[in-house]
């Protein structure tokens, strides 16, 4: 594969939309399952990791887990809704249910600037779906931007990326330049 993004799927309804917004910069990637052997991944030899949305919760006995080892394989990673929770989760941080669930549009406040996100203005709408929020940050990550809720997380020195949000989805503003960033 050299040189493509792979996208672990966990349940996204957005899964195929993530993969044809990377096709659509010409760029190869590949939907594979979350459970996927990390010596796989590794032998795929991504240029980058997209951990897509998902309808588990990283609290529940049957959530959807990886091997922490997908942090330290030294490509960017790229955490979308669930993928956000469970990278805070798997760093040490706390996710707690939500005061109320998001589905919809909801603006996305920039705290700072990142290359995440040049190109994005410090306000604009975005697309969210989700019950659960991150409570607590994990060490050595910084949030980037807000929605009432930690809406992206950066931790530059190990390229971890996180959004709480769906960039994937025509819904959010700059969704496609944020991705066009990651890639």
């Not at 942090?71 to 979308?80: K, S």
């Amino acid at each position: 594969m050299n040189n493509g993004i792979i996208v672990l799927d966990f349940g996204s309804q957005y899964n195929q939309l993530i993969g044809r917004r990377i096709r659509e910069m010409e760029v190869y990637s590949e939907i594979v399952p979350y459970h996927t052997d990390i010596e796989e991944i590794r032998a795929k030899k991504p240029k980058g990791i997209i951990l897509s949305g998902g309808p588990s919760s990283v609290n529940s006995d049957k959530a959807h887990l990886i091997d922490k080892e997908i942090f330290a394989l030294g490509v960017p990673v790229l955490g979308i809704c669930y993928g956000m929770q469970l990278t805070a989760h798997l760093m040490g941080g706390k996710v707690s249910r939500g005061a109320k669930a998001e589905y919809g549009k909801s603006e996305l406040k920039l705290t700072q600037q990142h290359p995440l996100f040049e190109g994005v203005p410090q306000n604009s709408c975005v697309w969210m779906s989700h019950f659960d929020e991150v409570e607590i940050v994990p060490d050595g990550f910084e949030v980037v931007g807000m929605s009432g809720v930690k809406a992206a997380l950066v931790n530059d020195d190990r390229k971890i990326y996180t959004v709480q949000f769906h960039p994937e989805v025509s819904h959010t503003e700059y969704g496609g330049k944020m991705l066009e960033n990651f890639v």
